[in-house]
């Protein structure tokens, strides 16, 4: 019967190595979701975000470390990824229409790939401190391709009310719209 446990001579040949699979092998509560890769990863992204009609920012990214091969981690595109800007208002007293883009949301997500494995590691904290799905479309950004098919016939001189025969959303919660049905001229 052969003996599983390494020699005292393996494990002082690889300390690196066994230290990682300890990593790996503990039970972890801080990382509560997993994807089996990178692609994975980003389809799960990518569902979430049109779920609830939000945008993850990347805000940091470290890779190489002999601790973990990749480290993301992404914000809610309403928190902001810089500090506060330098800019004062001419005139705070105006009423706007749509009010701050920016909260104080804590929404963040932390991804971590290890060295030797595929798997990905998520710790996501999905609390919003703003409304989310069709509320939260005013202040998501419309995608380039939209933008330049909507800027192209007002080039040409074609009036805004002809450029878009949608149907006006009609507040159907059960409905998730999207951002090209909310475009507002001051938005090309």
């Avoid at 939000?54 to 595109?77: A, D, M, W």
């Avoid at 007293?93 to 909260?103: E, F, L, Q, V």
Wanted: hydrophobic share 30%; charged share 25%.
């Amino acid at each position: 019967m052969a003996n599983s446990k390494p020699t005292l001579t393996q494990h002082l040949q690889n300390p690196l190595q066994d230290r990682l699979n300890m990593i790996h092998s503990l039970p972890s509560s801080k990382y509560s979701l997993s994807w089996d890769n990178w692609a994975a990863f980003q389809a799960w992204l990518l569902r979430e975000e049109s779920t609830f009609t939000i945008k993850f920012h990347l805000v940091n990214t470290y890779q190489g470390l002999p601790e973990f091969e990749r480290q993301c981690r992404y914000v809610c595109s309403r928190r902001g990824t810089g500090g506060s800007k330098p800019y004062t208002k001419l005139h705070p007293d105006w009423n706007r229409k749509r009010g701050p883009k920016r909260t104080e949301c804590k929404c963040a997500l932390l991804v971590k790939q290890y060295p030797g494995t595929a798997t990905i590691l998520g710790n996501y904290s999905s609390a919003h401190d703003h409304l989310l799905r069709n509320a939260n479309l005013p202040f998501t950004q419309i995608p380039k391709d939209k933008k330049e098919h909507i800027a192209g016939p007002l080039q040409l001189g074609v009036s805004a009310d002809h450029i878009d025969c949608n149907t006006l959303f009609d507040q159907d919660s059960t409905r998730v719209a999207e951002r090209t049905e909310f475009i507002e001229l001051r938005d090309i």
